[in-house]
C-alpha cells in the first residue's frame, strides 16, 4: 500500500487536501481529510485505530507525507507528531520530516509466562518474573545485568536501532553493551562497545529508541543490557530494528527549501527528536565546517516553551543560555557511536548561520558516513540548509554573547561599568561595526564614555570586549539596551534589566566589618574549590562574565579576601567550609586559600572547616603507607586547629574517589588503609577519624559500606533527572532527581547518607567545552525549592549514628564547573538570601555589604599586560603550573620546574590578540632528566579561541630532546586551520616524563 498525504502550505486555516493520483494504491484506499480532527474514511484496510491516534497527535501546521512504501504498523502517531521542521519553499512556511521506514531484525517480547527468551540476570537483579507479556524486575546491586545467553549472530549495521520500551519506578542511566566476539576479559565486552541513555525514574512507559553505530564491529554476536541500582523495571520489549534509508548522496549541500533531501526521523526519546541525513562519504580532514542555516518558528497555536526571538536577542525572563539546544550529530566509518555537538544558539536566537568547528571534535576523524540533528521537543525551529566544507560560510552575523553589568550590587549614584561581549559567528568579515548602548532617564552616560564605539573589521570566529560607565540616579530596575550593526550583516538587539539600589549609610572602613551571624537548628557547609589564585586560572571565566564574583577577580589566599567570605557565609547561616584538598603521593597542591587566607583571617572562628581529599589521583598512587603518611600530616596541620569540624570528637574528613583507592588497593586493601589512619589518629590521642565517602550511587554506598567507610555524600550527581542522550537539561529536573536519590539512599544504603548533598548547579563550559553537561535554567528561586526538599528530607530522617540536622552544598565557587553560590554578578546575594530564608529564623530584610560599600577592595588579581611575548627575566610573568609540575621560579632568567607525571603543563596568562597577526611561534627550551640520561619526547602549545578551552585541534606538537642544552623551536601557525580568531590564553606541555627539570627561557610570537 502506498499513501501520500500532502500538507496546503499557507495560513493555518488552510485544510488538508485530497490527492489525487492516489499513487497507485493496490488496496482501494481513499483519502479525504478535511480539518486535522475529521475521520480519515478507509475503505478495505482496518487503520482506524492507528489514524485516530495518530489524528489526535497532529498539529494544524504539521506536515506529513511519505513517497515510499510504508508499513501499516508505521503509521502511528510517532511518524506524525515531529519537531523538527524544513523550511518550505514558501515564505515563511515551513513542512516536517518523513519518518524512517524499518525493518524489525530480532525481537524479545516476553509473550510467554515465565520465559526470559535468552535473557538471564545476575545477581544484582531479584524477583525476576514474566508475565502478562512484560518482564519484571529489582535491582538490588551495584551492577545489576541482563546478558543475552542464546546465540545471536547479525550484520552490525550503521542503520541498527535499538529499541527498547520500559518503565522505572527511579531514574538512571542504563546502558547496552554489544561485541562481535566473546573472548576477553568480560567476553567480548567493553566501556567502548555500549551506548547509554537515561531512563525517567517516574513510574510511566516510555520507548527509548538509540541508534548504537556499531558498524565498526562487522557482526553482533553478543549484547547485555545493564540497568541501574534500587530501581523496579518492567520491560515490555527489546527489538533490534534496521532503518531503510534512502541512497547515498555525495552533494555535501543540503537546500531544505527544495524538499527533505533524504533526511528523515529515525528515533524518539522522550524530549527529543533525532533526525539523520541520507548516508554521506567523506573525509573529515578535509571538510571541517558544518554550517547550518536556522530560523525560529513559533506554531499558529503557540507551541509551549517556544519562544519568538529576534537575531541576538533573549526575553530577559528566560535569561542567558536558558533554553535547550539543538545538537549535530556525527558518524565515521572507523569510530563506534555518535558524537554530539551543541549549536550554541542559547542566547543569541535561532536565526541565522551557525558555523561548527568540527576539526576541534574528537569524533571528527576518518570517514564521516552519516550527520544527524538531535532536536528538543518542543523545537521551535527550522533548519535552511546545511553545507559541509573547508570555510565557514555565510555573510558576517554578529552576535552579542554577553551584556551586563560588571558590579554584583549597583548602586545609585555610583559608577559602575556595562560590559558586552560581540563576536562574528558569520563566514564573512563583518566592517564597520557600530555598538550603540541606550539608556532610559533615569541613568546616564558618564561623561569620558561614548555611547557608540566602532570596531573597525570583525572576522570570523573573532570577539571583542566593549565596555561603559553608567550612573543611576535613582533606584529601581532600568533597562539598558544595547544594538551592534555593520555595513554588511544585520543588527542585532539585546536589553538587561540593571537593579540599581541606594547605597547603604554605613561609614567607610579600615577592614571587613565585623561579621552578625545567624544560624538555625542546622549545619549548613559548603564545598570550597581552592582554584583562583592568579589570572591564568581566572583566564576561562572571563569569556562568562555572568559569572564575576562580587569580590572581582579575586587574589585567593589574601585573609582579607577570606574575612569577606567569611562574612558572607555566616551572615546566611552557613556553619562549615569543606575545603578541597590535593595529596598525590606527599604532593601537596592548591593549598593557599586555607593556610594562607583562612588560617590567617581575622573572623575564622566563626566558621568550621574540614578537608575534601580530592584523591582523583594517576593509577598506582594509593598504598596502605601513603594513606598513613596523609593521615599522619592531618593530624600534625589541621585536627588540633580549633576550628576544625568534628562529630562525637572525631576530625571530619571527606574522600573524593572511594574508587581510587579501591582500583589501587583492592577492596579489602582499602578496608585496610581506612582503619590504618583511623589507627594513626588513636595513636595521636585523638578520638578516632571519621571517614566519609562521595559516592555516585546505591551500588558506591555499598561498596563503601563494605570498606568501612562511616557514611556516604556526595560532590554532585550533575545527571540526576536527565532523560534522552542529550547533554543539556533543565536544572529543575535536577531537584526532583536529588530528592529521589536522596530517599533511594536512605532507605537502602548501609550506612547513612550524610551531610545530605545540595547542588548548586553544573554548568562546565568554561573549563571543558560546549560539548559538555549543561543544568540550564539555575535560578535562587529553584535553588531554594531545592533547599525546602532537603529540609523536609532531613525532618523526615531519623537520627542515627550522625545527627540528621546536617546538609552540603556544592558549592561556594566552583566558577568552572558551574556550581557557586558564592555573591556573584548574576544572581547576586540570592542563593545565600535562599539558605538564610530556608534555614535561620533571621529576620528579613537585612543589609548585605560589598567592599565597595565600606571603601575597600578591589581584590582583584593583578592584571597582566596583554603580551605576546615572554622572557621571564625577573618573574613567572603570568605562567602557572598544573599538577604534574612541582617548583615553579624564576632561575638565571629563565622559568623553571620540574615534573611529577606524565602530564605536566605550563598556563599562560589571560590575553587577547588576533591570530591572524602572527604567522609562527618561538621556543626556547632546556630539558633534563633527573638521572642525566639523555632522551627524545614530544611537546604541545596549546592555545585558546574565544571562550573555548583547550583542545587537541587548536594544538602543535613537535619534537623536544633532553639533552640538558638550549634548543629554539620555530613553530608554523600561519597554515594550521585552528590558528584563526580571538587567541584568548596558551599552554605549553614541555614533555611527557617526570623527573624532568624543564627550563623555558622563552616563548614570543612571530608577526
Known amino acids: 500500500m502506498r499513501i501520500h498525504l500532502t500538507r496546503i502550505t499557507g495560513p493555518p486555516w488552510t485544510g488538508w487536501r485530497r490527492q489525487s493520483n492516489a499513487l497507485g494504491v493496490s488496496h482501494g484506499v481513499t483519502w479525504w481529510l478535511g480539518e486535522p480532527s475529521a475521520w480519515a474514511w478507509v475503505w478495505g484496510i482496518g487503520l482506524r485505530q492507528h489514524l485516530n491516534r495518530a489524528m489526535q497527535a497532529m498539529s494544524s501546521q504539521w506536515t506529513v507525507w511519505s513517497n515510499r512504501a510504508v508499513a501499516v504498523a508505521g503509521l502511528a502517531a510517532s511518524a506524525l507528531s515531529l519537531g523538527l521542521r524544513l523550511a518550505a519553499g514558501a515564505a515563511g512556511s515551513t513542512q516536517t520530516l518523513p519518518q524512517a521506514q524499518i525493518r524489525t531484525v530480532l525481537e524479545w517480547s516476553f509473550e510467554q509466562a515465565g520465559q526470559l527468551e535468552g535473557w538471564q540476570p545476575n545477581a544484582h537483579l531479584r524477583d525476576v518474573a514474566v508475565s502478562n507479556g512484560l518482564l519484571r524486575a529489582r535491582a538490588v546491586g551495584a551492577d545489576p545485568i541482563l546478558e543475552l545467553t542464546k546465540k545471536i549472530d547479525f550484520p552490525a549495521s550503521a542503520w541498527n536501532q535499538i529499541e527498547v520500551r520500559l518503565k522505572a519506578d527511579r531514574g538512571g542511566m542504563a546502558e547496552f553493551f554489544w561485541s562481535n566476539t566473546t573472548t576477553g576479559r568480560y567476553g567480548g565486552f567493553t566501556a567502548q562497545k555500549s551506548t547509554q541513555f537515561n531512563v525517567l525514574g517516574d513510574g510511566q512507559w516510555h520507548t527509548y529508541q538509540l541508534m548504537p553505530f556499531w558498524h565498526t564491529e562487522g557482526r553482533i554476536v553478543r549484547l547485555r543490557f545493564d540497568v541501574f541500582d534500587g530501581a523496579q523495571f518492567e520491560l515490555d520489549f527489546i527489538r533490534i530494528n534496521e532503518l531503510l534509508m534512502p541512497p547515498a548522496v555525495t552533494n555535501l549541500e543540503f537546500d531544505f527549501t527544495q524538499g527533505a533531501q533524504g533526511w528523515q526521523t529515525v528515533a524518539r526519546q522522550p524530549g527529543s527528536t533525532l533526525v539523520l541525513s541520507p548516508p554521506v562519504r567523506f573525509e573529515a580532514a578535509s571538510n571541517g565546517i558544518v554550517s547550518v542555516c536556522l530560523a525560529a518558528v513559533q506554531s499558529a497555536r503557540g507551541a509551549a516553551g517556544v519562544v519568538p526571538m529576534s537575531p541576538g536577542q533573549v526575553p530577559e525572563s528566560i535569561g542567558l543560555d536558558a533554553l535547550r539546544r539543538p545538537a549535530l550529530l556525527v558518524a565515521s566509518s572507523s569510530r563506534a557511536g555518535l558524537q554530539r555537538v551543541s549549536l550554541p544558539v542559547g542566547n543569541a536566537g535561532l536565526d541565522g548561520v551557525w558555523n561548527l568547528d568540527m576539526w576541534a571534535e574528537p569524533g571528527w576523524r576518518g570517514t564521516v558516513i552519516a550527520l544527524g540533528l538531535e532536536v528538543p521537543e518542543p523545537a521551535g525551529m527550522a533548519v535552511t540548509w546545511l553545507k559541509i566544507s573547508d570555510t565557514p560560510q555565510g555573510p558576517p552575523q554578529l552576535r552579542i554573547d554577553a551584556f551586563r553589568p560588571e558590579a554584583t550590587l549597583p548602586r545609585v549614584g555610583r559608577p559602575v561599568w556595562v560590559q558586552a561581549l560581540l563576536s562574528n559567528t558569520g563566514g564573512q568579515t563583518a566592517t564597520n561595526v557600530q555598538v550603540h548602548l541606550t539608556l532610559p532617564d533615569a541613568v546616564r552616560l558618564r561623561p569620558d564614555t561614548t555611547a557608540t564605539q566602532t570596531v573597525a573589521t570583525l572576522g570570523f570566529d573573532e570577539q571583542v570586549a566593549l565596555r561603559w560607565a553608567v550612573e543611576a540616579r535613582t533606584p529601581g530596575r532600568h533597562t539598558v539596551r544595547l544594538m551592534a550593526q555593520a555595513a554588511n550583516a544585520k543588527p542585532v538587539v539585546t536589553e538587561v534589566g540593571v537593579d540599581f539600589t541606594p547605597a547603604p549609610a554605613v561609614p567607610p572602613a579600615s577592614y571587613v566589618p565585623a561579621p552578625k551571624p545567624v544560624r538555625g537548628p542546622y549545619e549548613v557547609g559548603v564545598y570550597y574549590f581552592p582554584g583562583w589564585q592568579t589570572a591564568s586560572q581566572w583566564q576561562p571565566i572571563y569569556a562568562f562574565p555572568e559569572r564575576r564574583p562580587a569580590l572581582g577577580w579575586y587574589r585567593e589566599g589574601d585573609p582579607e579576601v577570606a574575612d569577606w567570605q567569611i562574612k558572607w557565609a555566616v551572615e546566611h547561616g552557613i556553619t562549615f567550609f569543606v575545603y578541597d584538598w590535593y595529596w598525590d603521593r606527599g604532593q601537596r597542591q592548591l593549598e593557599h586559600a586555607l593556610h594562607q587566607g583562612y588560617f590567617n583571617a581575622r573572623y575564622r572562628s566563626l566558621l568550621k572547616f574540614c578537608l575534601l581529599w580530592a584523591n582523583h589521583n594517576p593509577p598506582g598512587s594509593s598504598s596502605l603507607e601513603d594513606c598513613r603518611a596523609v593521615t599522619r600530616y592531618w593530624i600534625q ?371
Open 637 to 1007: 596541620h589541621y585536627f588540633r586547629r580549633p576550628e576544625h569540624l568534628t562529630v562525637g570528637g572525631q576530625p571530619v574528613v571527606l574522600i573524593f574517589s572511594p574508587d581510587r583507592l579501591r582500583a589501587d588497593l583492592g577492596s579489602a586493601g582499602a578496608r585496610a588503609a581506612l582503619e590504618a589512619m583511623r589507627a594513626e589518629c588513636r595513636q595521636a590521642g585523638l578520638k578516632g577519624l571519621r571517614l566519609i565517602a562521595c559516592v555516585g550511587d546505591l551500588g558506591g554506598a555499598r561498596q563503601a559500606a563494605q570498606e568501612g567507610y562511616d557514611a556516604v555524600t556526595a560532590y554532585n550527581w550533575p545527571h540526576l533527572g536527565m532523560s534522552g542522550q542529550g547533554n543539556w537539561a533543565p536544572f529543575a529536573a535536577l531537584i526532583d532527581g536529588y530528592h529521589r536519590q536522596w530517599e533511594h539512599l536512605r532507605q537502602h544504603s548501609p550506612v547513612p547518607l550524610w551531610p545530605v548533598p545540595v547542588s548548586g548547579g553544573w554548568d562546565s563550559r568554561p573549563w571543558h567545552g560546549e560539548a559538555n553537561l549543561v543544568r540550564f535554567g539555575r535560578t535562587p528561586a529553584l535553588f531554594r525549592q531545592h533547599l525546602l526538599a532537603a529540609k523536609q528530607f532531613l525532618a523526615q530522617t531519623a537520627p542515627g549514628p550522625f545527627p540528621n540536622n546536617w546538609l552540603l552544598i556544592e558549592a561556594w565557587n566552583e566558577w568552572g564547573e558551574g556550581s557557586y553560590i558564592e555573591p556573584h554578578q548574576e544572581f547576586g546575594f540570592g542563593y545565600l538570601d535562599a539558605i538564610r530564608d530556608v534555614f535561620t529564623s533571621a529576620a528579613e530584610p537585612h543589609i548585605d555589604l560589598t567592599p565597595a560599600d565600606v571603601g575597600l577592595g578591589p581584590y582583584d588579581v593583578p592584571p597582566q599586560p596583554v603580551r605576546t611575548s615572554w622572557e621571564f627575566t625577573q618573574d613567572t610573568e603570568g605562567w602557572e603550573r598544573t599538577m604534574h609540575l612541582a617548583e615553579l621560579k624564576i632561575e638565571e632568567g629563565a622559568l623553571t620546574a620540574r615534573t611529577t607525571g606524565r602530564d605536566p603543563a605550563l598556563f599562560g596568562p589571560s590575553t587577547r590578540f588576533r591570530a591572524s597577526a602572527f604567522s609562527s611561534v618561538v621556543v626556547r627550551l632546556k630539558l633534563a632528566r633527573a638521572d642525566g640520561q639523555p632522551f627524545r619526547d614530544t611537546a604541545q602549545l596549546f592555545w585558546r579561541i574565544g571562550r573555548r578551552p583547550e583542545q587537541e585541534a587548536s594544538s602543535l606538537r613537535f619534537e623536544v630532546v633532553g639533552d640538558g642544552q638550549w634548543h629554539t623551536c620555530q613553530l608554523s601557525l600561519a597554515g594550521h586551520p585552528h590558528w584563526r580568531g580571538t587567541i584568548t590564553g596558551l599552554r605549553l606541555d614541555p614533555c611527557t616524563q617526570p623527573n624532568v627539570t624543564v627550563c623555558l627561557d622563552a616563548l614570543r610570537l612571530v608577526p
